[in-house]
């Protein structure tokens, strides 16, 4: 059994923030279009070129997303990890994993599922999401109101939220969960990178895919703390 913990700053809008020794083996990842060493401290890190042609939050969210290109044993287009790996953990940049056990427990809690989610400690509904979303600098002048429309028929308000900051997968993902992730993609790559919008609706368009919930409160709990993103653009 290997961990593999990881994360992508792209734009600059983040910092590496160091954890603590884990109690289990594990690695620690970063894809990044930035200047950094390939080292930086427990932070392995893997140079992107930059795609001046799509939104840094976007070239983020394909490592966020589709990690079953990146950790399945097969070459990626950017980086082949010839460990084994058995679990991966995507953490979003601005998380400060404070606690020794977070992976332990992280793959504690996802237990026999294939994935596991915190829910959103705020809401329960894309379209109250979309509304607090609107205001927000980073999704200015994108279509989210939109977006949810085309989702009515298919996601009920107030049917459940995820907050995608911390992402648990048993690797490799089997071939529904694969299916989760590629339609996922699409819908950020279509509508907007707001990823906590789509995923209601593409779980319920695969079904059957529905990630373990992590009920801890994501704002507060043993694991990790936030810290302010470098910019909210």
């Known amino acids: 059994m290997h961990a593999v913990v990881y994360t992508a700053i792209f734009g600059g809008y983040d910092t590496l923030k160091q954890p603590p020794p884990q109690d289990e083996p ?5 894809f990044t279009d930035g200047k950094m ?13 930059t795609n001046h042609k799509v939104h840094p939050r976007l070239q983020a969210k394909r490592f966020k997303i589709l990690s079953h290109k990146i950790f399945a044993g097969v070459r990626y287009a950017l980086f082949s990890f010839r460990r084994r790996v058995d679990l991966s953990i995507w953490i979003d940049a601005s998380l400060q994993i404070t606690s020794s056990t977070f992976v332990k427990d992280m793959r504690n809690k996802l237990s026999d599922g294939d994935w596991a989610m915190f ?23 994108l279509p989210i109101l939109s977006q949810v429309e085309t989702y009515r028929s ?12 911390v992402i648990v997968r048993r690797e490799p993902s089997t071939e529904r969960l694969k299916r989760v992730h590629m339609l996922w993609w699409e819908e950020n790559v279509n509508w907007t990178y707001q990823d906590q919008l789509s995923l209601p609706f593409v779980l319920r368009s695969v079904g059957g895919c529905d990630p373990v919930v992590i009920s801890d409160c994501l704002w507060q709990n043993r694991w990790f703390a936030f810290v302010p993103h470098n910019s909210d653009a």
């Open 26 to 30: 594990c690695d620690f990842i970063c």
């Open 37 to 49: 060493p390939s080292r930086v401290g427990a932070w392995r890190v893997i140079h992107v070129k």
């Open 119 to 141: 829910v959103h400690p705020d809401r329960d509904c894309i379209y109250e999401e979309a509304l607090a979303s609107i205001p927000m600098r980073k999704y200015q002048r």
């Open 154 to 165: 298919v996601v009920r308000p107030h049917s459940g939220l995820y907050a995608c900051t």
